[in-house]
């Protein structure tokens, strides 16, 4: 139940407190910047990279390829210890880009080079699905026996024409066998996916909930679409602006709880949207609108509409 005593105690599965849960203390991400790239952009499944990426719209500044990942992880420590003091444990995030995409060795090198540092518990992988393979997950899945691992994977949309249209590289196909791999060997994993991208209606994004909850994944992330400066999509959004829904902050309120109601209630929800920095985009039509704020009004919205999530799974 969702209620008890007539008090709210909790209308979504919120990541949030997720790791003290599972291993008795808070894990603090920490962004580390190994200097990858992606098969979209050098030219193995494409150029360019996808439509509406700049990875630097998308990491802290404390997080620099070419820095020693030790001095990156001692510079994150720094920064997160003023907001969240009682952090004593860290995980190593590696993000920016695709963060398999390269030979094992290279790997190796770069992970155990991070779970060298004392304070770091684990690492939390950020990925494309077609740049995983067995070994790779085999190895992996070797690190989970002593430490914290955790696969995301970019996944963004559930149709292949939005993946073609929006420059991925991989299909629909590609992310749910690296799904269903990865879940074989029993290890941790999450998925993001973006809201409003090109040729997509409401219904289109409501229907991506059956399928994510088909997927072994344990934990989700939805950001809604952001038009980042300088990006083949913002090209796009200037040519075709009625090819995208554009959400108001009530609008997708109500989209995120007509969502959650159909999610399957064991699924984690880690994050509902994205914060891009202001002077990477050329409009704010939610303000300067914090995560915080977001969560609170979205709980307030649950409860008027006295929903939650799983609702509507069957």
């Given at each position: 139940?969702?209620?008890?005593?007539?008090?709210?105690?909790?209308?979504?599965?919120?990541?949030?407190?997720?790791?003290?849960?599972?291993?008795?203390?808070?894990?603090?991400?920490?962004?580390?910047?190994?200097?990858?790239?992606?098969?979209?952009?050098?030219?193995?499944?494409?150029?360019?990279?996808?439509?509406?990426?700049?990875?630097?719209?998308?990491?802290?500044?404390?997080?620099?390829?070419?820095?020693?990942?030790?001095?990156?992880?001692?510079?994150?420590?720094?920064?997160?210890?003023?907001?969240?003091?009682?952090?004593?444990?860290?995980?190593?995030?590696?993000?920016?880009?695709?963060?398999?995409?390269?030979?094992?060795?290279?790997?190796?090198?770069?992970?155990?080079?991070?779970?060298?540092?004392?304070?770091?518990?684990?690492?939390?992988?950020?990925?494309?699905?077609?740049?995983?393979?067995?070994?790779?997950?085999?190895?992996?899945?070797?690190?989970?026996?002593?430490?914290?691992?955790?696969?995301?994977?970019g996944i963004e949309s559930v149709y292949d024409r939005t993946l073609r249209r929006i420059n991925r590289g991989h299909s629909f196909e590609d992310a749910a066998r690296a799904v269903e791999m990865t879940a074989a060997r029993g290890l941790t994993q999450g998925a993001?996916?973006?809201?409003?991208?090109?040729?997509?209606?409401?219904?289109?994004?409501?229907?991506?909930?059956?399928?994510?909850?088909?997927?072994?994944?344990?934990?989700?992330?939805?950001?809604?679409?952001?038009?980042?400066?300088?990006?083949?999509?913002?090209?796009?959004?200037?040519?075709?602006?009625?090819?995208?829904?554009?959400?108001?902050?009530?609008?997708?309120?109500?989209?995120?709880?007509?969502?959650?109601?159909?999610?399957?209630?064991?699924?984690?929800?880690?994050?509902?949207?994205?914060?891009?920095?202001?002077?990477?985009?050329?409009?704010?039509?939610?303000?300067?609108?914090?995560?915080?704020?977001?969560?609170?009004?979205?709980?307030?919205?649950?409860?008027?509409?006295?929903?939650?999530?799983?609702?509507?799974?069957?």
């Amino acid at each position: 139940m969702y209620r008890q005593n007539s008090r709210t105690v909790g209308r979504y599965n919120s990541y949030i407190g997720y790791f003290k849960k599972t291993y008795g203390e808070r894990l603090q991400k920490v962004v580390v910047d190994a200097g990858f790239t992606c098969p979209n952009r050098d030219g193995l499944v494409g150029t360019g990279g996808c439509t509406y990426c700049d990875n630097a719209a998308f990491h802290p500044g404390y997080s620099t390829a070419g820095i020693p990942i030790l001095e990156q992880i001692d510079e994150g420590i720094k920064f997160h210890r003023v907001r969240y003091r009682k952090a004593e444990k860290f995980l190593a995030y590696f993000q920016p880009y695709s963060n398999t995409y390269a030979p094992l060795e290279r790997l190796r090198e770069v992970y155990e080079e991070a779970l060298s540092h004392p304070l770091v518990a684990g690492i939390v992988i950020g990925t494309r699905p077609d740049c995983v393979d067995e070994a790779k997950l085999d190895y992996l899945a070797l690190l989970a026996r002593d430490h914290v691992v955790v696969i995301e994977y970019g996944i963004e949309s559930v149709y292949d024409r939005t993946l073609r249209r929006i420059n991925r590289g991989h299909s629909f196909e590609d992310a749910a066998r690296a799904v269903e791999m990865t879940a074989a060997r029993g290890l941790t994993q999450g998925a993001h996916f973006i809201f409003g991208l090109p040729g997509e209606t409401v219904g289109d994004m409501l229907a991506y909930a059956p399928i994510i909850n088909k997927m072994p994944l344990h934990s989700v992330k939805f950001h809604q679409l952001q038009i980042v400066r300088g990006t083949a999509m913002e090209r796009e959004f200037a040519s075709h602006p009625s090819d995208f829904v554009t959400f108001s902050l009530d609008e997708y309120l109500d989209f995120i709880a007509d969502l959650l109601e159909r999610l399957r209630p064991d699924l984690y929800i880690e994050r509902f949207a994205g914060e891009v920095p202001p002077r990477f985009v050329n409009s704010t039509p939610w303000g300067l609108l914090r995560n915080t704020e977001l969560i609170r009004l979205l709980e307030q919205r649950l409860e008027e509409r006295n929903t939650f999530q799983g609702r509507l799974y069957k």
